[in-house]
C-alpha cells in the first residue's frame, strides 16, 4: 500500500459516516491488499473510541459550567440513562461491542463511544469493547468484498 493510500484510507475510517465501512473498500479497490486495507482501517477506526471519549469529556467540562448546559444534560442525558439502565446491566460491555460489530450505517465506533459514555459506562472498558466490534466489524466488511468479488466474477463466467 503506498503512503498517500495508507493516510487517505486511515483518514476516510476516522470519517463519522464512512468508518472502515468505507475504507476498507476504498482502499481495496485502488489497489491495495484486502489485509493490507483491514489493518489500516481498524487500526485508525479502533483510535475512535479514545478520541471520542476525550472530546466528550472535555466538552462535557466546559459546557457544565453553564446552567442551561446543566439542566439540559440532567433532562435528557440523564433520564436515557436511567431508561436504558436495565438493558444496560443485562447487555454490558458486550451489547457495545455487538452494536459496533454490526457494520451498517449508525451502528459504529462513533455511536457506540456516544452511547456508552452517556450511559456513563467505563471508558477503558467500552474503548476495548468498541476495539473488539471495529474487527469484528472489519472482518465482516472484508469477507462481504471478498465473497463479492467471487460471486461477481463466477456471474460474469456464466453471462459469457
Known amino acids: 500500500m503506498e503512503g498517500w493510500n495508507v493516510f487517505l484510507t486511515a483518514g476516510i475510517s476516522l470519517l463519522p ?6 475504507a476498507i473498500p476504498f482502499a481495496y479497490f485502488n489497489g491495495a491488499s484486502l489485509p493490507a486495507a483491514y489493518v489500516v482501517s ?13 472530546f466528550l469529556s472535555t466538552f462535557h467540562l466546559l459546557f457544565s459550567r453553564w446552567r442551561w448546559y446543566r439542566s439540559f444534560f440532567a433532562r435528557t442525558v440523564d433520564k436515557a440513562r436511567r431508561d436504558t439502565e436495565g438493558k444496560v446491566k443485562k447487555f ?10 454490526i457494520p451498517l450505517p449508525i451502528t459504529g465506533a462513533y455511536t457506540g463511544t456516544l452511547g456508552a459514555w ?20 472489519g472482518i465482516i466488511v472484508s469477507l462481504v468484498i471478498l465473497f463479492g ?3 461477481l466474477s463466477i456471474f460474469l463466467r456464466r453471462v459469457q
Open 17 to 22: 459516516i464512512f468508518e472502515l465501512r468505507g
Open 149 to 151: 468479488i467471487e460471486s
Open 42 to 54: 481498524v487500526a485508525a477506526n479502533a483510535l475512535v473510541g479514545p478520541l471520542v471519549y476525550l
Open 92 to 101: 454490558g460491555y458486550w451489547g457495545v461491542l455487538f452494536f459496533v460489530a
Open 118 to 137: 452517556i450511559l456513563g459506562l467505563n471508558r477503558k472498558r467500552t474503548c476495548l469493547a468498541v476495539a473488539g466490534g471495529v474487527v469484528i466489524s
